[in-house]
């Protein structure tokens, strides 16, 4: 695995991810912004973010797989939040939390939480993009 992911001495543990990414591989697979849209094209979870959340997670599976790697392989995650406020952390860990009961895998490398004013189709609430690392 390219990936090793820690928390250094000296900052704070926060349980949804690690503070650092290491990464020694030499492929970089960059994954697009992914929003809630199913293969059809359709948002999934229209008002529903934690269903949104989960369904851009299960998005990026797809993505990472297409490129042969796993969420094992991500050494980065932006999340992007329209109209973010502290109240909606606990539906965003829903969503993850679903997602990883379907991927079977807790993705927990280093990632970057942005409220943003809109997204490019005003259904989408979240948006999430990986950068992951391959030998």
Request: aromatic share 4%; charged share 15%.
């Amino acid at each position: 695995m390219a990936i090793t992911l820690i928390n250094p001495s000296g900052l704070p543990e926060v349980d949804a991810y690690r503070q650092v990414s290491v990464a020694t591989g030499s492929k970089l697979v960059f994954i697009a912004g992914q929003v809630s849209w199913g293969a059809n094209g359709v948002t999934i979870g229209k008002g529903d973010l934690a269903a949104q959340v989960e369904q851009c997670y299960l998005n990026i599976g797809t993505a990472l797989a297409a490129a042969g790697a796993s969420f094992e392989d991500v050494a980065k995650l932006n999340v992007h939040v329209v109209d973010w406020t502290p109240d909606k952390m606990p539906l965003l860990m829903e969503g993850i939390t679903r997602a990883v009961a379907k991927l079977g895998v807790t993705p927990v490398p280093p990632a970057t939480l942005l409220g943003v004013a809109a997204l490019d189709v005003p259904d989408h609430l979240v948006e999430v993009e990986a950068i992951a690392v391959l030998d």
